[in-house]
């Protein structure tokens, strides 16, 4: 079993920045590829980014130079650096585990945090 927390969401203005932090605790950090997910009211989970046990990151497009996802298996923890943020970021930002190989399908990851919500203001 793996337990994920988020931290870090919050409400800002459009054009800044907020860092999400998910702290992993039970089997080997390391051996997880970890994903972030976002929920807007209504709609479905989409895939954001994600990181592979060997750092292979991948973006969903509309994030791409604007959000970076990182790991330090020796803090067991992800983290997503989130920049110039727009008003269509607002959702609930998940992260999510699997073993070793990154998927961006939310179906695919066996653990889930709670969620943490992130609002950005016109």
């Known amino acids: 079993q793996v337990q994920l927390v988020e931290s870090g969401g919050g409400l800002v203005q459009t054009g800044g920045s907020l860092r999400l932090s998910c702290a992993a605790s039970?089997?080997?950090?390391?051996?997880?590829?970890m994903g972030w997910f976002r929920q807007a009211p209504g709609k479905e989970r989409d895939f954001v980014a994600t990181i592979n046990s060997w750092d292979v990151t991948s973006y969903r497009d509309s994030v791409k130079g604007r959000f970076t996802i990182s790991r330090d298996n020796a803090k067991n923890t992800v983290y997503l650096q989130m920049n110039s943020l727009k008003p269509e970021d607002t959702a609930v930002y998940y992260c999510?585990?699997?073993?070793?190989?990154?998927?961006?399908?939310?179906?695919?990851?066996?653990?889930w945090g709670q969620g943490t919500q992130v609002t950005v203001s016109s």
């Open positions: 999510a585990a699997r073993s070793y190989y990154s998927n961006t399908d939310y179906r695919k990851y066996d653990y």
């Open positions: 039970g089997r080997t950090f390391s051996n997880y590829a």
